[in-house]
């Protein structure tokens, strides 16, 4: 499921986890979301984990986990800071069809 930062999941989850900074321009992943064992990733780990969970021939995603996380970040980054210029941009964001619609929390 996905939650914009600015929803209201992501307000009451954001309340929990203060060691995230207000307005951070970045990917969050929460696995076992609102369950005492709640664990969250921030970018490149994010990412990772999330392709991981999904499954699939994605769990092979893990073994860049051998790729220290400073290093994993830098790469994050480089691709965060040029994926308009490879992939284009929408002038506003698409809305999710009838089939989409309940993966999206408010």
Not at 1 to 30: C, D, N, Y
Not at 51 to 62: A, D, P, R, T, V
Not at 67 to 94: H, L, S, V
């Amino acid at each position: 499921m996905f939650s914009p930062l600015q929803g209201e999941t992501a307000k009451t989850f954001l309340k929990r986890h203060s060691e995230i900074q207000p307005g951070q321009q970045s990917v969050i992943f929460a696995k076992n979301l609102n369950a005492p064992e709640e664990k969250i990733y921030e970018r490149s780990e994010a990412i990772l984990n999330s392709l991981i969970e999904i499954g699939g021939f994605l769990k092979l995603s893990y073994f860049c986990k051998i790729i220290p996380i400073p290093i994993r970040d830098i790469i994050y980054k480089w691709i965060a800071r040029n994926r308009y210029k490879w992939f284009g941009k929408y002038e506003q964001c698409p809305l999710p069809d009838q089939k989409q619609e309940n993966r999206f929390l408010p």
